[in-house]
């Protein structure tokens, strides 16, 4: 199996733009996760899907972000407008017992 | 809520040197415990956990942690580390009823130099 996918790897973006990351979990894992890695805040838990439904998503941090996962293999995560504030790594990780994670998206905005 | 504390930032070590690298938690309930591993770069990969039984622990690429619960910590060993070793190591704790939903600490450097 090839883990889990994420797309773009990088990406660097100004101010007020849309950025959409994209995931593709491992076939056959009923939940996916979307994480976020800054060097102030660490690694914090965006958003969670169980059966492709939202459970929780008390960790997004505002209305400038959403998250959808239209089927089981595939995922996105919006932010619209963009600030530089959110600048991070963004990690998407599937579940089957253990969470597998994503190589990570990295995002700069400038 | 879980809370995790990484008791160090950054660890230097030699190699072929033993490590540990302390891990402390605090939660209302019973928790799960692991220790993820990043490389630059690259997301994280789960080097060993703790749910239930035995409080030591083994894991992947030599590496064992030990689950104290009257200390509520949950440190990590090798007893003999390698270059390729270097890394960022976060301990992290979930809940029973949502394995997936991971507090994490802080992270601890390892840097092995010869």
């Known amino acids: 199996d090839a883990g889990v996918i994420q797309s773009p790897r990088h990406e660097v973006t100004e101010m007020g733009q849309e950025v959409t990351l994209r995931c593709k979990p491992i076939?056959?894992?009923?939940?996916l996760f979307w994480y976020r890695q800054t060097m102030m805040r660490g690694l914090e838990l965006l958003i969670y899907?169980?059966?492709?439904?939202?459970?929780?998503d008390s960790g997004m941090p505002e209305d400038r972000f959403s998250a959808k996962m239209p089927n089981a293999s595939f995922s996105t995560l919006k932010i619209q407008p963009s600030e530089p504030r959110d600048s991070a790594v963004y990690f998407c990780?599937?579940?089957?017992?253990?969470?597998?994670f994503g190589e990570g998206s990295r995002l700069t905005v400038l | 809520a879980q809370s995790v504390t990484q008791l160090d930032s950054q660890v230097p070590v030699f190699e072929e040197a033993p490590v540990e690298l302390r891990c402390n938690y605090s939660?209302?309930?019973?928790?799960?415990l692991f220790w993820y591993v990043q490389y630059p770069n690259q997301g994280l990969q789960l080097l060993l956990k703790?749910?239930?039984?035995?409080?030591l622990v083994k894991g992947i690429n030599g590496f064992e942690a030990e689950f104290n619960k009257s200390q509520t910590s949950f440190h990590l060993r090798k007893p003999s580390v390698h270059i390729s070793d270097t890394a960022e190591y976060f301990c992290?704790?979930?809940?029973?009823?949502?394995?997936?939903?991971?507090?994490f600490g802080a992270g601890t450097q390892v840097v092995v130099t010869p």
């Open positions: 703790y749910l239930s039984g035995s409080t």
């Open positions: 076939s056959g894992h009923n939940s």
């Open positions: 990780a599937s579940q089957e017992g253990e969470l597998f």
């Open positions: 899907f169980n059966n492709n439904v939202p459970i929780d």
């Open positions: 939660s209302s309930v019973s928790v799960y």
């Open positions: 992290a704790v979930s809940r029973f009823d949502s394995w997936g939903k991971l507090q």
